[in-house]
């Protein structure tokens, strides 16, 4: 009997990532010291390698940069993993199983409210702020490729956006020189270094032209799993 081996592949990824949600809460116990999405990172890959979901997904995860099949390499001051364009749509393609799923979604919802939400809503919140200047946004993204190209990316070189949600944060003491962004109160609140953390996550992103996709992908999970949220954050304001 003939077994179509991409549709078998695709359904064992299909189970897989429904008991990944489903058994998340239980998912490595030691990853509670890491932050925001180090934290979720770290239990999935007591589940899935970077190796074995390429396998899954039928492509390679990134591109170029300095990450090995197994793990993600943080520090380089001379390369960063630029993503494979198909990997955020291959994410959201299979991620959010409950999508389609009344019943996944009731068993997975609380589990989002408590170990997933905090870092999903951080992730919206700095990109929004980013995206609230993109002249700023790119050309910060450009910056960041050009220091990498030429090996002067400083190891602190994130610290400089710790203040980023604050509303006072410039990138010159200038006014009339200094950017400008969309700020809402209380965005400040969420912790200095996870932010400068999502910054950078979102500055590579634009970088290797993967950041449309991946917030996309973050929309689709945020109009699911917590609809009031997206909405409040996408209403119209004024500074």
Not at 28 to 41: M, R, T, V, W
Not at 71 to 85: M, R
Not at 127 to 149: C, G, I, M, T
Request: glycine share 4%.
């Amino acid at each position: 009997m003939f077994v179509d081996k991409s549709i078998e592949r695709e359904n064992k990824l299909k189970d897989l990532i429904e008991s990944t949600w489903i058994q998340f809460p239980k998912l490595g116990l030691y990853c509670e010291k890491e932050i925001s999405y180090h934290k979720i990172f770290c239990k999935i890959q007591t589940v899935v390698s970077f190796k074995k979901l390429s396998e899954y997904f039928g492509i390679q995860i990134f591109e170029s940069g300095p990450h090995s099949k197994y793990y993600l390499e943080l520090n380089s001051p001379s390369e960063f993993g630029h993503y494979n364009p198909e990997f955020p749509l291959k994410l959201r393609e299979y991620l959010i199983p409950a999508k389609t799923n009344p019943i996944l979604y009731k068993v997975t919802l609380p589990i989002y409210e408590s170990l997933l939400r905090n870092t999903a809503r951080e992730f919206f919140i700095v990109f929004q702020k980013l995206d609230s200047n993109p002249k700023f946004f790119r050309k910060e993204a450009e910056r960041y490729l050009l220091l990498v190209e030429e090996n002067r990316l400083d190891p602190f070189y994130l610290d400089r956006f710790i203040l980023f949600l604050y509303p006072a944060f410039t990138d010159n003491e200038d006014p009339e020189e200094s950017s400008r962004f969309v700020y809402r109160k209380g965005d400040d609140n969420i912790d200095a270094q996870v932010v400068k953390e999502l910054v950078g996550f979102w500055i590579r992103r634009k970088a290797d032209g993967t950041d449309t996709e991946f917030i996309l992908g973050l929309v689709d999970l945020l109009k699911l799993y917590d609809p009031e949220f997206y909405q409040y954050r996408t209403a119209q304001i004024t500074n």
